[in-house]
């Protein structure tokens, strides 16, 4: 499977950014999709996830701010993240994952600066 992260970049505190993960087609539609994020010096935390029925779970830090959906009809993942900390810059990758089998994209990092 191929896993491809997009729309990282730089915002000010308290903007808004939108990141896209697009999967190849045999790896989306009945796989779970999350997005985790990783800090230098730190382990790999869930920012949000959401399975093949819609369901959706978030990370405790997310606190409200952040979306996540997706469009089986074009194999893409969204996350929208409103209200953006400095604390939220770090890199974000997209996964994959049905059952024992998962998927893991280069990341896209995100930072937060004014």
């Known amino acids: 499977g191929q896993i491809v992260e997009s729309g990282g970049g730089l915002v000010q505190p308290g903007g808004s950014l939108t990141l896209s993960c697009v999967a190849s087609g045999s790896v989306f539609s009945r796989y779970t999709m999350s997005w985790y994020r990783q800090a230098v010096g730190k382990q790999r935390e869930l920012v949000a996830s959401i399975t093949y029925q819609y369901r959706s779970n978030y990370g405790d830090f997310v606190k409200g701010r952040f979306t996540i959906s997706r469009v089986n009809s074009n194999n893409t993942l969204l996350l929208r993240m409103n209200s953006l900390e400095r604390e939220d810059t770090t890199v974000y990758y997209c996964?994959?994952?049905?059952?024992?089998?998962?998927?893991w994209g280069q990341g896209t990092q995100g930072t937060v600066s004014s």
């Open positions: 996964k994959a994952s049905r059952s024992l089998r998962y998927y």
